[in-house]
């Protein structure tokens, strides 16, 4: 595999930059900086995600026709490598990188239609209605119902977990529309409107103070029979290629590289509490190049993988083991985070819902203040898109044929 950028991707590599350096503004670099979840709030990211958009940039992963880039998987990386280096805000995968390749995969032309150009332009905001309590791991296991009476489906039942559904203005959920046959063949993909009686949004907040995750509740909720994606009954291979692009539709390594550079930049001035600078601590350092030569490692595996996506080949089960890798990596990068700074990284961010209105005083940088809730609240990242052991078992039975 040639591991060198040709002479065209070094030169989209400077068009990107320019882009960036002249679209970018600070005040999105610094909210995404201030994020400590998994997607950035909507008022950051969609401000971006508008910004991208007018460049025709948004959905590279989406075929050209449906208003895609048109880029090679290698232009790919590098535009997300070099949005990670400037410090841009992650998008939204929901509509952009879930629901839109669907869409673009399954949907009829008069769903491509009706709901593309509204991820596009950031009009519509997605949430997915996968989890269940009791069905996670174990997602063909679903119990919420769908029937069909007329033109509509009737849904009764809940979801869980169920990210950004307090923004969100449609949802796409897996529903069980036949009880008689294996669990698997009876599912369906549907497309809901938030807004109606039949749905309730109850918020769950996590540890670290965040309202990110929700539970969404369906009684007679319903839908237009034009809303599922599919026939009836084919929502499991529908919810697998959602899976896939979840669990490696995006690179981990470019961001998590930027993040050790910078613990690096920090550990030469920050007091190991002992004898000088952190950078000094030879279990630190060690654990810190560690990090780096795992992330490295990453990204290689994620070039040979866009060197097979460039051959026409799907990503299969290796998105398994980049989601495997990625996350673990970076859960590692936020424990050497709170190590570095020690106990100024004893505190949740101010004006967090967590504290209500009696808002603690802040102590250390602003860096000390976003390390907590950052690892506390990546502390699901080894559970959502697939836990680590569903993963381990995925890649043991495809990879090794255990
Ligand atoms: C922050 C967050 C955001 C999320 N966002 C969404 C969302 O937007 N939409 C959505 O639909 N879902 C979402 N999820 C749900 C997520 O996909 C599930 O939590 C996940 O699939 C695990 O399911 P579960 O929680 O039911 O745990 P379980 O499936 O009950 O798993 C419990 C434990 O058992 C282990 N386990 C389960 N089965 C096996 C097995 N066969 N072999 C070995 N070990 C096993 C698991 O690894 C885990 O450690 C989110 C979850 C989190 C934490």
Redesign the pocket.
């Known amino acids: 595999m040639d591991m060198d950028f040709s002479p065209e991707d070094l030169a989209f590599r400077e068009e990107v930059r320019d882009f960036l350096a002249e679209n970018l503004p600070d005040r999105l670099k610094d909210g995404a900086r201030k994020t400590p979840g ?1 997607f950035v709030e909507p008022d950051i990211g969609m401000e971006w995600h508008k910004i991208l958009n007018s460049k025709g940039w948004v959905a590279p992963h989406w075929p050209k026709e449906d208003g895609g880039t048109g880029w090679t998987p290698t232009q790919k990386f590098i535009f997300e490598k070099e949005c990670a280096l400037a410090g841009a805000p992650g998008l939204a995968i ?1 509509g952009l990188r879930l629901v839109g390749p669907v869409i673009c995969e399954f949907g009829t032309p008069e769903q491509k239609a009706r709901f593309l150009p509204k991820i596009l332009n950031g009009e519509d905001y997605w ?13 063909a296991s679903l119990k919420t119902t769908a029937r069909l009476e007329g033109d509509q489906y009737v849904v009764n039942g809940s ?7 307090h923004h969100a203005n449609w949802i796409f959920a897996l529903v069980r529309t036949d009880a008689t046959v294996k669990k698997q063949a009876g599912i369906t993909f549907l497309l809901l409107p938030m807004d109606q009686p039949g749905i309730e949004v109850t918020p769950i907040m ?1 540890m670290s103070g965040d309202h ?2 929700n539970q969404v509740f369906f009684t007679d909720a319903v839908t237009s029979v034009e809303n599922r994606i599919g026939e009836e009954g084919a929502g499991w291979s529908i919810a697998k290629f959602l899976l896939e692009n979840e669990r490696g539709g995006s690179c981990f390594a470019p961001r998590l590289l930027q993040s050790i550079d910078r613990l690096a930049e920090l550990a030469d001035t920050q007091p190991s509490g002992v004898n000088g600078a952190i950078a000094h601590d030879a279990r630190f350092r060690d654990r810190l190049a560690k990090a780096r030569l795992d992330a490295e490692a990453l990204e290689f595996t994620e070039l040979r993988i866009l060197a097979e996506l460039a051959k026409g080949r799907a990503p299969g089960p290796q998105t398994s083991l980049v989601k495997l890798l990625g996350s673990n990596i970076g859960q590692e990068v936020d424990t050497l985070r709170l190590e570095l700074l020690g106990h100024d990284a004893l505190q949740l961010p101010l004006e967090r819902p967590l504290y209500g209105n009696e808002a603690p005083e802040a102590i250390g940088s602003e860096f000390a203040q976003i390390a907590m809730g950052r690892y506390l ?1 990546n502390r ?2 080894t ?8 993963q ?2 995925i890649i043991a039975k495809t990879v090794l044929g255990l």
């Not at 949430?127 to 269940?132: L, N, R």
């Not at 979801?159 to 559904?165: L, N």
């Open positions: 998994v929901l949430c997915q209605g996968y989890s269940e309590p009791g069905s996670g791991s174990d997602l979801k869980i977990w169920t990210t950004h559904a996590s990110e995750v609240n699901a990242a559970i959502f898109g697939g836990s680590d052991e569903v381990k078992n």
